[in-house]
């Protein structure tokens, strides 16, 4: 095993988010933009500090990174960008806290981009959809044979096992959309403001028993940009960094749930 401790030698020096909505009609090198400004800005950094990229979502949704560099004329000494769903973005921050601590990188930008206003055909469940329509080869190709078109339907799977493993049920589940529902309610920047208690959550129509309608998330348009650097560079940045205290491996193969 390899001896390489990175705790509390990396760290997030800025964030920044660009507009969220339902169809913004912006193309996602647009919205990228406006996050990688916004984070630089967070960080008191300029645009050429930044030398270091990686982009967790590319062409059709999101903006290609080879892209968004020549367009805003960034010259990186490393580069990344991986398709895949919503929970492997943070292993691009994993990625970035490796890149610093190896001198590859002074300041990694982890970015994800996403617009679903210009798809012609649907992303994330029903006819059309792009994941369920994989031929075989795909993380999903072999799902829509059991109606498996949608990030929903696979976690509706996953919820009825822990239920049924854990003796858990959807009334207790409930107090996790809740909580994030009153969290967003104080973000001005957030789509679903609307608090809700538990009742109302039960109270949601069925979309895949045993999830409620209260359980889902939107699906928008928008971007997210994280700075990451060295610890010892980001003590001497615009914030008070954010140390990288731990990570954790993502685990796939044929039993792991691999919808976003």
Same mark, same amino acid.
Request: glycine share 12%.
């Given at each position: 095993?390899?001896?390489?401790?990175?705790?509390?030698?990396?760290? @997030?020096?800025?964030?920044?988010?660009?507009?969220?909505?339902?169809?913004?009609?912006?193309?996602?090198?647009?919205?990228?933009?406006?996050?990688?400004?916004?984070?630089?800005?967070?960080?008191?950094?300029?645009?050429?500090?930044?030398?270091?990229?990686?982009?967790?979502?590319?062409?059709?949704?999101?903006?290609?990174?080879?892209?968004?560099?020549?367009?805003?004329?960034?010259?990186?000494?490393?580069?990344?960008?991986?398709?895949?769903?919503?929970?492997?973005?943070?292993?691009?921050?994993?990625?970035?806290?490796?890149?610093?601590?190896?001198?590859?990188?002074?300041?990694?930008?982890?970015?994800?981009?996403?617009?679903?206003?210009?798809?012609?055909?649907?992303?994330?469940?029903?006819?059309?959809?792009?994941?369920?329509?994989?031929?075989?080869?795909?993380?999903?190709?072999?799902?829509?044979?059991?109606?498996?078109?949608?990030?929903?339907?696979?976690?509706?799977?996953?919820?009825?096992?822990?239920?049924?493993?854990?003796?858990?049920?959807?009334?207790?589940?409930?107090?996790?959309?809740?909580?994030?529902?009153?969290?967003?309610?104080?973000?001005?920047?957030?789509?679903?403001?609307?608090?809700?208690?538990?009742?109302?959550?039960?109270?949601?129509?069925?979309?895949?028993?045993?999830?409620?309608?209260?359980?889902?998330?939107? @699906?928008?348009?928008?971007?997210?940009?994280?700075?990451?650097?060295?610890?010892?560079?980001?003590?001497?940045?615009?914030?008070?960094?954010?140390? @990288?205290?731990?990570?954790?491996?993502?685990?796939?193969?044929?039993?792991?749930?691999?919808?976003?």
């Amino acid at each position: 095993m390899a001896n390489f401790d990175l705790k509390d030698r990396a760290a @997030i020096a800025g964030v920044g988010n660009s507009d969220f909505g339902r169809r913004l009609m912006r193309s996602p090198i647009d919205l990228a933009s406006d996050a990688i400004a916004i984070a630089l800005d967070d960080a008191g950094l300029a645009r050429a500090d930044l030398d270091g990229m990686i982009v967790s979502f590319g062409s059709p949704i999101g903006a290609d990174g080879d892209t968004l560099a020549q367009l805003l004329g960034l010259k990186l000494r490393t580069y990344n960008q991986t398709w895949a769903h919503g929970r492997f973005t943070a292993s691009c921050i994993q990625w970035a806290a490796m890149i610093v601590n190896a001198d590859l990188a002074n300041a990694v930008a982890c970015l994800a981009a996403v617009s679903f206003s210009g798809l012609r055909r649907p992303m994330m469940g029903g006819s059309g959809d792009r994941e369920g329509a994989r031929e075989a080869g795909g993380g999903h190709g072999e799902d829509p044979v059991y109606g498996m078109t949608s990030p929903g339907a696979g976690a509706a799977l996953v919820a009825r096992r822990y239920f049924e493993r854990y003796g858990c049920s959807s009334r207790e589940l409930a107090a996790v959309p809740v909580a994030f529902r009153k969290h967003a309610s104080m973000n001005p920047g957030a789509i679903m403001r609307e608090v809700f208690d538990i009742d109302d959550h039960q109270q949601s129509r069925f979309v895949c028993e045993p999830l409620h309608l209260l359980d889902y998330c939107l @699906i928008n348009d928008g971007a997210s940009c994280v700075i990451v650097t060295t610890a010892e560079r980001a003590r001497n940045c615009k914030k008070p960094p954010v140390y @990288i205290s731990g990570m954790q491996g993502l685990p796939g193969g044929h039993d792991e749930f691999i919808w976003a």
